[in-house]
Structures are given as structure tokens and as C-alpha cells.
């Protein structure tokens, strides 16, 4: 480019940022931006709490069962050391009460709350339990059967590994 060329260029430039219009708009732009910027990171801040949250509630749920299952089989003869997980499918969900679609309310004091009906857990995906005395057939067998009775579970579901 010839020095002619380039300094036509610049004044180009310089003459189009000399328009005060053409500036304010520019600044414009620039801040709708910094400001569609942050309400995004918000947002964003926001969906990841949520998903926390889920995600507390439904290892909170998982454990819950866990531990549960682990207390049941200590007591289990010739079962010890057991250690079990449970996978499930979603998180619990609360129903509530409802007239014409439209959620119940009940107030206390100055607040109200809905009315819960009921908590729905999730369903149990999954079952894997490693504990010392699981060779024995029949008590492998019988633990697979109660799982599947009491959480409905199918078998096929139900592992069930010696531990140390």
C-alpha cells in the first residue's frame, strides 16, 4: 500500500469516529453488550445453582437409600462389611393441591405456601452391593430377590460383589 493510500485510509477512519452520532452510537453498543453480558453470567449463575441443588437432592435421596440398604444387610446373617450404591432416576417431586389447575395456597401470618400433597421418590435405577459372605448362593440370591421386592427393582439391575 503507497503512503498516499494509507493516510487517505486513516483519515477516513478519524473522520468517522469524529462524528459524534457515529461515537454515541458505538458506545451504545458497547455497553448493551457489557450489560447482555452480565445478565447472561447471572443467568448462568442461576442454572448452576439449580443444578446443585438437584444434584444434592438427588445424592442426598441416593445416600439416604444407601445407607439404609446397608443397615438391612448388617443384619443379614453371614453378611459384613456390606457397602452398597444406589443409582436413581430423577429427584423427588412434590405434588400439591389444586382447584381449576391452579396450585392451593395456605397462608400463615403474613406468607403462604402451597399445599403439599405428597413426595414422589424416584425411581431406583440401579443397585450395586459389594459385602464379605456374598458367595454363599443362597444368601446372594436372597438378598437379589428382597431388593427387588421391597424397592422394585428388577434383578437384572441388582449387582452383588464379594467384598474384602
Known amino acids: 500500500?503507497?503512503?498516499?493510500?494509507?493516510?487517505?485510509?486513516?483519515?477516513?477512519?478519524?473522520?468517522?469516529?469524529?462524528?459524534?452520532?457515529?461515537?454515541v452510537m458505538?458506545?451504545?453498543?458497547?455497553?448493551?453488550?457489557?450489560?447482555?453480558?452480565?445478565?447472561s453470567n447471572k443467568g448462568t449463575k442461576k442454572n448452576s445453582?439449580?443444578?446443585?441443588?438437584?444434584?444434592?437432592?438427588?445424592t442426598a435421596y441416593s445416600k439416604m437409600?444407601?445407607?439404609?440398604?446397608?443397615?438391612?444387610?448388617?443384619?443379614?446373617?453371614g453378611i459384613s462389611n456390606a457397602k452398597v450404591?444406589?443409582?436413581v432416576?430423577?429427584?423427588?417431586?412434590?405434588?400439591?393441591?389444586?382447584?381449576?389447575?391452579?396450585?392451593?395456597?395456605?397462608?400463615?401470618?403474613?406468607?403462604?405456601?402451597p399445599v403439599e400433597l405428597c413426595e414422589v421418590y424416584p425411581k431406583i435405577t440401579g443397585v450395586l452391593i459389594i459385602a464379605k459372605g456374598t458367595t454363599n448362593l443362597k444368601v446372594k440370591n436372597d438378598i437379589l430377590n428382597a431388593i427387588s421386592a421391597v424397592y422394585g427393582v428388577d434383578i437384572s439391575k441388582i449387582d452383588i460383589l464379594e467384598g474384602k
Do not use: H, Q, R
Not at 445453582?49 to 438427588?58: L, R
Open 1 to 23: 500500500m503507497e503512503k498516499n493510500e494509507k493516510s487517505i485510509l486513516k483519515s477516513k477512519f478519524f473522520s468517522f469516529f469524529s462524528n459524534k452520532k457515529t461515537l
Open 26 to 39: 458505538i458506545l451504545a453498543c458497547v455497553l448493551i453488550a457489557v450489560v447482555l453480558f452480565t445478565l
Open 49 to 58: 445453582e439449580a443444578t446443585n441443588e438437584t444434584t444434592n437432592t438427588v
Open 65 to 77: 437409600v444407601s445407607n439404609e440398604l446397608e443397615n438391612i444387610l448388617s443384619a443379614v446373617s
Open 85 to 87: 450404591l444406589v443409582v
Open 89 to 113: 432416576e430423577s429427584t423427588p417431586v412434590k405434588k400439591y393441591l389444586t382447584a381449576s389447575d391452579e396450585v392451593v395456597l395456605k397462608k400463615s401470618g403474613s406468607s403462604s405456601s
